[in-house]
């Protein structure tokens, strides 16, 4: 048995790391964009005025210019939206202007339980004002059959500068499926944008894994990005209470879950680069900053936090964290998505009407911060 011994990290709490100074004037200002919605998952932009999202229940809405379409673009049927499952990933093509594909990840039910299922659909910015339907057609199955539970689902999607799109899942709550190769259960999946299995994936030709596998050893992951410049992969993780991680992921590793967590090692086990205590932050995203309206922001990691309902900005340059900062603290309830517009603005949901959170009337919500 491998032997499992304590670790110190740096940075190791954000109790330890201070928060935005309630008397200090940030750089910008809180716009909201769009009320009364039903837990915004994850939201892309296909166009400068134009985003989709996904409500949690079921459905994927258009956002055009600030205003939300009166109906759904897409109202999935065959869904299973119990507690905390439903629609959830979206991402866009890297060539998404020539071919128009979005992807979806969803969650449904079979004989065997839930599962994770992500599709494909092209985008047709013209028939926004036709009938629900008219604006994604074409529909192909990427990849399904995806362990899945009520509240350790993934269902995070991006392609990474290698126009390969990752996949992360959840250990379904069997934490054992997140070390077994023959399971897609607690992994980054990398896929070819038709569901293919990239040649160079770490696994392919080996008859007791899975060829879709990138890295596994995760517990539930909903959060990751690839940083400018050297396109590290980032992913913020799930942790049992008290140790929610930011990890670097690299082709082939295995990262723990269930054998190590907290503060705990074991030798071929990848530490965390960033692992956080008490109370636990519940982080739902991550991505990196790029854009020129906050230049004292470029290159930081932002994670939406559920639990600490704050925006987590982690300071990284490489593999060195430099600083963390909370920001919006306790200010708009659980914050889900955080993404960058096209003109730079920084996008982040809110996800109050969850059986944990405290709805309030005008949530959820679509906000954003400009400078101000």
């Given at each position: 048995?491998?032997?499992?011994?304590?670790?110190?990290?740096?940075?190791?709490?954000?109790?330890t790391?201070?928060?935005?100074?309630?008397?200090?004037?940030?750089?910008?200002?809180?716009?909201?964009?769009?009320?009364?919605?039903?837990?915004?998952?994850?939201?892309?932009?296909?166009?400068?005025?134009?985003?989709?999202?996904?409500?949690?229940?079921?459905?994927?809405?258009?956002?055009?210019?600030?205003?939300?379409?009166?109906?759904?673009?897409?109202?999935?049927?065959?869904?299973?939206?119990?507690?905390?499952?439903?629609?959830?990933?979206?991402?866009?093509?890297?060539?998404f202007?020539?071919?128009?594909?979005?992807?979806?990840?969803?969650?449904?039910?079979?004989?065997?339980?839930?599962?994770?299922?992500?599709?494909?659909?092209?985008?047709?910015?013209?028939?926004?004002?036709?009938?629900?339907?008219?604006?994604?057609?074409?529909?192909?199955?990427?990849?399904?059959?995806?362990?899945?539970?009520?509240?350790?689902?993934?269902?995070?999607?991006?392609?990474?500068?290698?126009?390969?799109?990752?996949?992360?899942?959840?250990?379904?709550?069997?934490?054992?499926?997140?070390?077994?190769?023959?399971?897609?259960?607690?992994?980054?999946?990398?896929?070819?944008?038709?569901?293919?299995i990239?040649?160079?994936?770490?696994?392919?030709?080996?008859?007791?894994a899975?060829?879709?596998?990138?890295?596994?050893?995760?517990?539930?992951?909903?959060?990751?990005?690839?940083?400018?410049?050297?396109?590290?992969?980032?992913?913020?993780?799930?942790g049992?209470?008290?140790?929610?991680?930011?990890?670097?992921?690299?082709?082939?590793?295995?990262?723990?879950?269930?054998?190590?967590?907290?503060?705990?090692?074991?030798?071929?086990?990848?530490?965390p680069?960033?692992?956080?205590?008490?109370?636990?932050?519940?982080?739902?995203?991550?991505s990196?900053?790029?854009?020129?309206?906050?230049?004292?922001?470029?290159?930081?990691?932002f994670?939406?936090?559920?639990?600490?309902?704050?925006?987590?900005?982690?300071?990284?340059?490489?593999?060195?964290?430099?600083?963390?900062?909370?920001?919006?603290?306790?200010?708009?309830?659980?914050?889900?998505?955080?993404?960058?517009?096209?003109?730079?603005s920084?996008?982040?949901?809110?996800?109050?009407m969850?059986?944990?959170?405290?709805?309030?009337?005008e949530?959820?919500?679509?906000?954003?911060?400009?400078?101000?």
């Open positions: 048995m491998k032997k499992i011994v304590p670790i110190c990290i740096a940075l190791a709490s954000l109790l790391t201070p928060a935005l100074a309630q008397t200090e004037k940030p750089p910008f200002r809180v716009e909201v964009v769009a009320r009364n919605l039903q837990v915004v998952w994850s939201i892309v932009f296909p166009a400068k005025d134009i985003a989709l999202l996904t409500e949690r229940p079921g459905t994927v809405r258009a956002l055009v210019k600030g205003q939300v379409l009166s109906e759904p673009l897409l109202t999935l049927t065959d869904i299973d939206a119990t507690y905390k499952l439903g629609a959830m990933g979206l991402a866009l093509h890297p060539q202007t020539k071919n128009h594909w979005v992807y979806l990840a969803y969650s449904y039910k079979d004989a065997d339980g839930p599962k994770v299922r992500v599709v494909r659909y092209k985008f047709d910015e013209k028939a926004l004002s036709q009938p629900v339907g008219a604006a994604l057609t074409d529909r192909i199955t990427i990849i399904e059959n995806i362990p899945a539970f009520t509240n350790h689902a993934g269902c995070r999607l991006r392609f990474g500068p290698d126009k390969k799109l990752y996949i992360t899942t959840g250990d379904a709550n069997v934490p054992e499926l997140a070390q077994k190769l023959d399971s897609l259960a607690g992994k980054m999946l990398r896929l070819n944008d038709d569901g293919s990239p040649k160079d994936n770490p696994f392919v030709g080996r008859q007791d899975r060829p879709e596998i990138w890295t596994y050893g995760h517990r539930n992951s909903q959060g990751f990005d690839f940083q400018p410049g050297t396109n590290l992969l980032f992913e913020s993780e799930h049992p209470t008290g140790g929610d991680e930011i990890n670097i992921l690299e082709k082939g590793k295995n990262y723990g879950w269930p054998i190590v967590h907290h503060e705990q090692f074991v030798g071929g086990m990848e530490p680069l960033l692992l956080y205590g008490l109370p636990s932050h519940g982080p739902g995203s991550g990196f900053y790029k854009g020129k309206l906050f230049p004292q922001y470029r290159g930081d990691f994670v939406g936090c559920l639990r600490t309902e704050c925006i987590l900005r982690v300071n990284v340059r490489g593999r060195k964290v430099i600083s963390q900062e909370r920001l919006l603290e306790r200010q708009y309830g659980r914050i889900r998505e955080v993404v960058e517009a096209p003109d730079g920084i996008y982040f949901t809110t996800s109050m969850e059986s944990d959170g405290r709805p309030r009337p949530y959820d919500q679509i906000l954003r911060l400009v400078p101000g």
